[in-house]
């Protein structure tokens, strides 16, 4: 059975997002941030090299930078970068318990 509501999801858009988030609203020193940010442009990068059938591997380097620099019940800015990976419905405060 088809799911006609499936829309593949593009690692680099989402990544761009959040990477914004993480410009914008991240309460981490700069040289952190900075790290960050450029291992997740190493993986758009790479994602955009790699071929359709490996692509699983780049979105596993993502989860990876993601989980290990962030923990979603710390802030409601991590709460928005767990969103936006994990494609969920709903705002922040579905998600975010204070």
Known sequence: MENKDYKPRNLIAIADEIIKIIDE???FDEEKIANIIENIEKVKKDYSYRAPELAYMDWNNFANILSTNFIP???RWETKIMIIFNNLCGTV?????N
Not at 93 to 97: A, L, T
Request: contains cysteine; aromatic residues 18%.
């Open 93 to 97: 405060d579905d998600y975010y318990k």
């Open 25 to 27: 609203e991240c309460t």
């Open 73 to 75: 019940s710390n802030s």
